[in-house]
């Protein structure tokens, strides 16, 4: 049974940090690329990060430099450091694992970013 269980999201206030985390159990985590993808009301879900296997990492536009993905194989887990958060990152933030045809989601995590 596969499980992506994300934790880490809350409320902020612009300008502040969160870590988000998503543990993975049921696959063979090294073997998956790994994303976080998020969704704000009344939008289409995007993809936010993403990590290959090898450990090559990737952006949208709208945090480079704000946002960090990382990921700890020895445990099963990837993270999304999140700086300098603004109002527009308020989302749903839901982890995904993918290989090839493959492809699994989390439950998602509220991030709220408001004063």
């Known amino acids: 049974q596969v499980q992506l269980v994300e934790s880490g999201g809350g409320l902020v206030q612009p300008g502040g940090s969160l870590r988000l985390s998503c543990a993975a159990s049921?696959?063979?985590?090294?073997?998956?690329?790994m994303g976080w993808y998020r969704q704000a009301p009344g939008k289409q879900r995007e993809l936010v990060a993403a990590v290959t296997s090898g450990g090559s990492t990737s952006y949208i536009d709208s945090v480079k430099g704000r946002f960090t993905i990382s990921r700890d194989n020895a445990e099963n887990t990837v993270y999304l450091q999140m700086n300098s958060l603004k109002p527009e990152d308020t989302a749903v933030y839901y982890c995904?694992?993918?290989?090839?045809?493959?492809?699994?989601w989390g439950q998602g995590t509220q991030v709220t970013v408001s004063s």
């Open positions: 049921g696959i063979s985590f090294s073997s998956y690329a």
């Open positions: 995904n694992a993918r290989r090839g045809l493959l492809v699994f």
